[in-house]
């Protein structure tokens, strides 16, 4: 009896003990949980506090706030429309007469309320976005692809008013388009310098993206001259990249650096899944200011001729060693065509371009770009890499024969 009370004890002490030590245990976990949690709080609130108070913020986001209230007014959504009679045999195949298309019928005037001798239904065909450059004259730039192929052409403009735009010029290998608008107190934006942006800049994109009018995003300059991305049917590229959200609708509106100028013109993406996937690409002002003035007289824009096909150096290193060039830049001539300025000339194939009028020649869109924008009857100044030295040829630029592309699809 005696030994069993002992055991007894002595169980109960053991659990006693037990007990005793894991609840120190927990008590030490609950202080160093509680410890941990201070501090990381007290981290929290440290940070907080290093942070800028809503007074220092006020320049940037006062800048911001002063950039979009310049811009807001000169930015307009653009809404176009076919005759459902172009797209009847589309529609019949696809969706169906029927079908939920938006149909506007416009009658002409007769002589009884309700009839109509000449009925024409319209169907909404695409929207996109645009900017009003010139006010007094009211001309509006948006893409060539925004209007491509519409019969009527809807402006709405910032403070709700909808008008009707005449196309006056289009330009399908650089994608701009500008339209006239008969509307007062119209205010308009000046187009800036992208020359002189730099990667890292600031900028604002604005438009409607998915019918979202005025809609404002913000980011960066990511790259300048980005020419390889392939956009159908542009030819002229050497786009300004930008991480600012651009989705459909966006097309057309104004890409805007921190003085509320325009610097491009918010044209595509590069994206796996139809929407923003982080990179857009703005038509750069510097062709705005060179079209603008033919497109607005209705001209068609001319451009210069070369005549030759070439690779560039990057694409095909090895054969420009072999040429003796050690450098990993410039075009290297293809083929030369017969009678053109090229030939008159004397280029020759396996000739290195390295640098025209002195400014060198990296890639293939380089020369494209320099050449397109030469107007015909100057004589340029190549510099050209030939049997193991450099020459100079000049060569007299003429324009672009009728139906030539600079970007053939069965380019190396």
Do not use: C
């Amino acid at each position: 009896m005696q030994t069993n009370l002992r055991s007894l004890f002595k169980q109960a002490g053991i659990f006693t003990v037990s007990t005793v030590l894991a609840f120190l245990i927990l008590f030490k976990l609950g202080v160093i949980t509680e410890l941990a949690y201070h501090v990381e709080k007290g981290r929290l609130i440290a940070l907080r506090e290093s942070m800028p108070s809503s007074g220092d913020l006020d320049p940037w986001n006062n800048r911001t706030r002063s950039v979009a209230a310049l811009v807001a007014p000169a930015v307009v959504q653009i809404v176009t429309e076919r005759r459902l009679s172009d797209i009847a045999p589309i529609v019949e195949d696809f969706l169906g007469i029927d079908s939920s298309i938006e149909t506007r019928r416009e009658d002409d005037d007769t002589d009884q309320p309700g009839e109509s001798t000449n009925a024409m239904q319209y169907v909404r065909d695409g929207y996109g976005s645009g900017f009003i450059v010139d006010a007094d004259a009211g001309l509006v730039v948006t893409n060539q692809h925004v209007i491509e192929g519409a019969d009527i052409v809807h402006v709405y403009l910032a403070d709700g008013r909808r008008v009707d735009a005449v196309v006056r010029g289009t330009d399908r290998k650089s994608d701009i388009a500008v339209l006239y608008i008969s509307a007062d107190n119209l205010i308009d934006l000046p187009i800036g310098s992208s020359e002189s942006v730099e990667v890292g800049d600031d900028v604002l994109a604005v438009g409607n993206p998915f019918g979202l009018e005025g809609s404002f995003s913000r980011g960066i300059i990511s790259a300048k001259s980005r020419s390889s991305i392939p956009v159908q049917g542009v030819e002229y590229r050497g786009f300004l990249q930008t991480d600012a959200v651009i989705n459909p609708g966006n097309s057309g509106g104004p890409l805007i650096n921190m003085r509320g100028e325009v610097i491009g013109i918010n044209t595509a993406i590069a994206t796996q899944s139809g929407s923003y996937d982080g990179v857009g690409f703005a038509i750069p002002s510097s062709r705005i200011k060179k079209l603008l003035p033919i497109l607005q007289r209705g001209e068609d824009v001319v451009r210069g001729y070369l005549g030759v096909g070439i690779v560039s150096v990057e694409r095909e290193p090895d054969r420009a060693e072999k040429l003796g060039w050690d450098r990993y830049i410039g075009v290297i001539v293809q083929r030369v065509i017969p009678a053109s300025p090229a030939g008159h000339a004397d280029l020759r194939a396996d000739d290195i371009i390295a640098r025209i009028d002195g400014k060198a020649i990296r890639s293939t869109d380089d020369l494209i770009e320099r050449v397109g924008e030469t107007a015909p009857g100057t004589t340029i100044e190549l510099t050209v890499w030939r049997d193991g030295a450099e020459l100079t040829i000049k060569a007299n630029i003429t324009s672009q024969p009728t139906g030539f592309t600079p970007r053939p699809t069965n380019r190396p």
